[in-house]
């Protein structure tokens, strides 16, 4: 785990706890919640950690080994993909729920990072990943992939949105749709019905984001 590798990254260079918090600028009990993994680092904070120590995130987080011999699997001459500015990649937030990705939250309530390639510091402050629970949009969407959000207020139709409803613990990842005066929210599962919104329900019901991009479990 997380906490595991930074432990371990940390004596390996003879270092106190308190060392590396003097180093990295926080206090010796944070250091010592990472290391047990009562708290994990926000994006910002892993890629510095990460660079303090002079590996990649994904070696940080155990994602890929150190050192190890590249393949054909793993070597990006070998995939026909370029490597791209280390600068741009951003370690994005997962969320077990719809509604924890927005508004205050915890850092309990992350479930882990997903590194993504995103334009600037500001879109990657405006995007988030959820992980899918339900079959609702199924084939497209299943149980536990990934869904990566741009959170707005405005889609075009036909767009996967993420929708709140007000006084709901959770929310929706839905095709939506929008005619003067009604917001109609779709499954691509034809095992349930549209979710119509119109009238006074419309004040109900808050747009939060778009999905993006879907990255599929394995």
């Known amino acids: 785990m997380l906490g595991d590798n930074i432990k371990a990254l940390r004596t390996n260079k003879n270092m106190y706890q308190q060392d590396l918090a003097d180093d990295l600028s926080v206090s010796k009990s944070t250091i010592a919640m990472w290391e047990t993994n009562k708290r994990i680092p926000d ?14 995130v994904d070696e940080l987080l155990g994602n890929t080994l150190p ?14 993909f370029n490597i791209l500015d280390k600068e741009n990649i951003y370690m994005i937030p997962i969320f077990r729920t719809v509604s924890a990705g927005f508004g205050a939250y915890a850092d309990d309530q ?11 510091q500001r879109e990657a402050e405006e995007t988030l990943a959820i992980a899918v629970k339900g079959d609702s949009m199924y084939p497209k969407i299943e149980e ?3 869904v990566v959000v741009h959170k ?3 889609f075009e139709n036909g767009d996967i949105v ?9 929310g929706f990842v ?8 009604k917001l109609t929210l779709e499954s691509i599962n034809p095992s349930y019905p549209p979710m119509v919104f119109s ?10 984001g778009v999905v993006k991009k879907i990255i599929k479990s394995v």
């Not at 994006?43 to 990649?56: C, D, E, G, Q, V």
């Not at 393949?71 to 995939?79: C, D, F, G, H, V």
């Open 110 to 120: 992350i479930c882990g990072y997903e590194p993504l390639y995103l334009e600037s």
């Open 199 to 208: 009238g006074s329900k419309l004040d109900d019901i808050k747009i939060m």
């Open 67 to 80: 050192n190890s011999e590249p393949s054909l699997t793993t070597s990006p001459e070998y995939r026909g």
């Open 144 to 146: 536990d992939d990934l």
């Open 174 to 181: 839905k095709r939506a749709f929008q005619t003067e005066g």
């Open 152 to 154: 707005q207020d405005y």
């Open 162 to 170: 993420v929708a709140v409803v007000c006084g709901e613990n959770d």
């Open 43 to 56: 994006a910002t904070t892993l890629l510095k950690i990460a660079n303090y120590f002079n590996i990649s």
